[in-house]
Structures are given as structure tokens and as C-alpha cells.
């Protein structure tokens, strides 16, 4: 009799797993996810670096052999599934609490199925920490030089792109994903990757989706009707989230830092245009913002302009309006608090990766005013690098003459006959404010400030340790052009 209970119980709970072994693993998933939001690290070194290039590899692998998207189809089978298992229901051919079941079931398991093979990744520590990087502030200081010069970047690199560059440009960014892995903190080359047209590209357009990357195939998608100008950039961008980058403002800065290190100008054009309309809309509340509208070239704009007809006239507004809506709230429970701004947040990433890798650079460029008489240098020396200004212009010096853009011999006839080198003397220029100049309460106490800073500080010489047995201070007034009020008269 025992026996038989025992057996009975045995066979009870086995049912029950059966039944709800989908709602214990989505469980489960849901608890773990409270517990990776507070283990990033964890998360960093076991999922996005060991779990997941494993299974990127090995979905990749699959999906890569088939030309059509997967995932479109996939999502289409269900849908239909659901469907017809209702019209069953109506039929009464099956019972409605077995449906229910299966459907609840199937929900349950795409849940954990799309964190296992994907969605972890949004817990993993954000970009600055992986790389390693300083924040700084953005304040309108860094952030003006930077409008300008991606202003200047967009005029010059301009190009149109034709729809017969499409397999070349895929060639070109995965190249460029291989050279710059390293410097962004990416595990190259993590699978295979087809770009892939949407199914229902029309429709997707309507909600205002360029592309997407579906997780469960581990395949990205562009949308048919992109533009071509958008598609290394867009491209970029799907492709960063197959690298395990779920954050849509880390995806963009991945993309936009892929295009502009490439060499090839569709690229870089695509990079810096998508880039700028990033940072023209953060600009737009700017007093001088108009100033800075009116550098970009007028062809940038015709295509800032046809853009932005184009894509209004794919939209439906409201379908894009819901999509928007909806694609707000997940990112937010994805513990991507900004939501849908999070894409323009690529403007502060931008920002720190200038202000980080200006932090160790050492460079120069030469600018030949009258050549080979007055040669401006313009060292470009990072906050973390010695400024041994001394040293480093003797490379400089160096590098000219084994160009031949220099002669280090001296100038002097009577001297070069016994090829006597040149001297060379550094000459400071200290720019001094005289005193025939009204100022204002405020401008006075600002220049009080600053003699005061150089009483303390130590002077330039030493700053930019140059030698102080060849440097001369030359003290040169700054002059400002201000109305006389009252001359002085003659007297007769
Ligand atoms: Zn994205």
C-alpha cells in the first residue's frame, strides 16, 4: 500500500515538472537577473567574455549558412501557431486551459531563452569601465572644439555611396572591427556575421527601424529601404550588438568609431554625418548654435535634408510612436535607465574617448607659413604625458632633416663653408596686458587672478622644461581696439 502512494506521489511530481519546468527556469532567470544587476564584474568575466562568445560561435555557425533571416521566420511561425491554436479553441477542438498553458509555456521560454543567449549582456559593467577610462564633465568647453571638429571631419570627408557598395563596405567594417577590437575592448571575432535583410522591411520602416539584431539566431538585419549613406554606420552599429554590446548608446560610439578608423571615406562620411546630427541635437539649445550650423558644407545639409524627407515619408508616426513607447520601458527594465535617450548618450561616450585618448597623446604637426624660412609646430602634448618640449623638439627637429624639409646647418655663408650646425634659440612669447586699457571691474579682478597664479605657479620654462641656457622671454602687449572717450587737447 505504501508502495503504491509513494509511486503515486513520484508519478504526481514528475507531471508537475513537466508542466512547469518552463516557468522554474524562467524563475530562475528572473533571479539571476536581480543578481547580475548587482554583479557586473561577475557578469563581465563569465557570460559576456566566457559564456557568451561560445554561443555567438556556435548560433553564428548556423545561422550564417542560411541567406534569409531566421529570426523574421521564426517569429512568423509562432505567430501563426498562436493563431491557429486559437482558432482550435473556437473550434472547440482543444481545451482553452491547455492552450493557455502551452502559450504561457512558450512565453516563459523565450524569456530565458533570450537572456541566456544574449541579454545577460545588458548587466555587464558600462564601456568606461571595461576600457578603463576617465569621465570627465561634458561641458560645453570640451564640448564645442568637438562639434567643430566633427563638423569639419563631415565637410571633408564627403562622398555619396552607391547601393552596389554594400559587400565592399561589410568587407571594410569587419576589417576595421579586427584593427580597433583591442582599443575598444571587443573579443574579435566572436562567430560570423551575414548582414541579413528584414523580412518585413517596409513595415519596420514604418515604425522607424533601420535594423536590428535578432538574438536567438545571433543574426543582424538592415533594413531594405536605408539609405545608402546610413549603411556603414547602421551596419557598425547592428554589428556591435552581435559583439555583446547591448547598449544602444555604446553601440552607436562603437559604430561611429569603427567607420572613422577606416580608411575608406564612405565610411568615415557615414560615421561622422550620423554622429553629427547626434551632436546637433544636444547643440540646438546653444545661443550660437546658428554659427555652428552654417559651417557644415551645403551638401551635407541637401543630404541632412533628403534624409530626413525620406524616413518621414517610410514613418507612420503613430506605429513609431508605439514602437518607440514600447522599446522605452524594455531598455528600462534592462537597467538602461535613460530609456530611448540612451542613443543620444553616445555624444558624452564621444566626449570621453577625445578627453581619453588626448590624455596620453604625443604628436605634432607641421605647418609651413613661408617654407622652409617660418615653420610653425603645434605640439599636441596629453594631460598624462611630461611635457619635455626640449626633448621632444629635437625629434621633431630630427624627423625634418631625415625628410629634407630642413637643413640643420647654419644659414651663414661664412659658417657653412665648415658645415657648422645651427644654433637654435627658444623664445617664449609672454603675452602681458599693459595699462592703457579701461577695463572692467570683472576683467581686472580676472587678470588680478592671473598674476597671482603666475606669482605661485612655476614659470614656463620649467613647465615645458626647456633649457634655460637658450630660451629668451620676449614680453609681447596684447592689444584691444577700445573707443577714446576723451583725447587729450593742445594747448595754444
Ligand atoms: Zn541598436
Known amino acids: 500500500m505504501q508502495n503504491n502512494s509513494k509511486k503515486r506521489w513520484i508519478v504526481r511530481i514528475r507531471k508537475i515538472i513537466l508542466y512547469a519546468w518552463p516557468f522554474i527556469l524562467s524563475l530562475f532567470v528572473f533571479l539571476s537577473i536581480k543578481f547580475s544587476i548587482r554583479n557586473p564584474p561577475l557578469i563581465e568575466h563569465y557570460y559576456s567574455k566566457g559564456i557568451y562568445p561560445a554561443i555567438a560561435k556556435f548560433l553564428s555557425f548556423f545561422s550564417n549558412i542560411v541567406p534569409f533571416s531566421l529570426w523574421d521566420v521564426f517569429w512568423v511561425l509562432i505567430i501563426l501557431l498562436i493563431i491557429s491554436g486559437l482558432i482550435l479553441v473556437l ?30 549582456n545588458y548587466f555587464r559593467p558600462k564601456i568606461e569601465k ?31 555611396i552607391a547601393l552596389s557598395d554594400y559587400s565592399k563596405i561589410d568587407t571594410l567594417v569587419e576589417e576595421s572591427y579586427r584593427k580597433n577590437s583591442a582599443e575598444l ?19 519596420y520602416g514604418e515604425l522607424g527601424l533601420n535594423g536590428y539584431f535578432g538574438p536567438f539566431f545571433n543574426e543582424i538585419h538592415v533594413n531594405y529601404y536605408l539609405l545608402p549613406l546610413d549603411y556603414p554606420f547602421v551596419l557598425a552599429h547592428e554589428k556591435a550588438h552581435q559583439f555583446g554590446i547591448t547598449s544602444e548608446a555604446e553601440a552607436n560610439f562603437v559604430a561611429f568609431v569603427i567607420c572613422i578608423k577606416s580608411e575608406d571615406q564612405r565610411l568615415k562620411y557615414s560615421g561622422y554625418l550620423s554622429l553629427l546630427l547626434y551632436f546637433l541635437k544636444d547643440a540646438s539649445h546653444m545661443k550660437d548654435y546658428k554659427e555652428y550650423f552654417n559651417k557644415i558644407d551645403m551638401r551635407v545639409i541637401s543630404d541632412f535634408r533628403f534624409r530626413q524627407k525620406y524616413y518621414q515619408g517610410l514613418e507612420n508616426k503613430s506605429l513609431s510612436k508605439m514602437q518607440s513607447a514600447a522599446y522605452n520601458s524594455y531598455l528600462k527594465v534592462n537597467n538602461i535607465e535613460k530609456g530611448v535617450k540612451n542613443y543620444n548618450q553616445v555624444v558624452s561616450l564621444v566626449i570621453s574617448w577625445y578627453y581619453n585618448s588626448n590624455l596620453n597623446r604625443i604628436d605634432y604637426q607641421v605647418n609651413q607659413i613661408i617654407p622652409g624660412v617660418l615653420i610653425r609646430v603645434d605640439f599636441h602634448i596629453g594631460f598624462k604625458v611630461e611635457p619635455k618640449i626640449n626633448l621632444y623638439f629635437k625629434e621633431v627637429l630630427e624627423d625634418m632633416t631625415a625628410s629634407g624639409e630642413i637643413k640643420l646647418e647654419s644659414t651663414f655663408d661664412s659658417l657653412k663653408k665648415h658645415s657648422m650646425p645651427a644654433d637654435f634659440k627658444y623664445i617664449l612669447i609672454d603675452r602681458i596686458m599693459p595699462n592703457d586699457y579701461k577695463l572692467s571691474g570683472l576683467e581686472n579682478v580676472t587678470l588680478a587672478l592671473h598674476r597671482l597664479s603666475r606669482l605661485l605657479c612655476i614659470s614656463d620654462v620649467k613647465a615645458l622644461q626647456l633649457d634655460s641656457t637658450n630660451t629668451i622671454e620676449e614680453r609681447v602687449p596684447i592689444t584691444i581696439d577700445q573707443p577714446v572717450e576723451r583725447r587729450i587737447s593742445r594747448l595754444r
Open 91 to 120: 473550434f472547440k477542438k482543444i481545451k482553452p486551459g491547455w492552450y493557455i498553458l502551452k502559450t504561457l509555456q512558450l512565453l516563459a521560454l523565450f524569456y530565458s531563452f533570450f537572456y541566456i543567449v544574449w541579454g545577460y
Open 130 to 160: 571595461r576600457i578603463g577610462w576617465q569621465m570627465p564633465k561634458t561641458d560645453s568647453m570640451i564640448f564645442r572644439p568637438i562639434l567643430d571638429s566633427i563638423i569639419k571631419q563631415t565637410n571633408s570627408n564627403y562622398i555619396s
Open 185 to 203: 575592448g571587443i573579443n574579435y571575432p566572436n562567430g560570423r556575421r551575414r548582414p541579413k535583410t528584414m523580412l518585413f522591411s517596409s513595415f
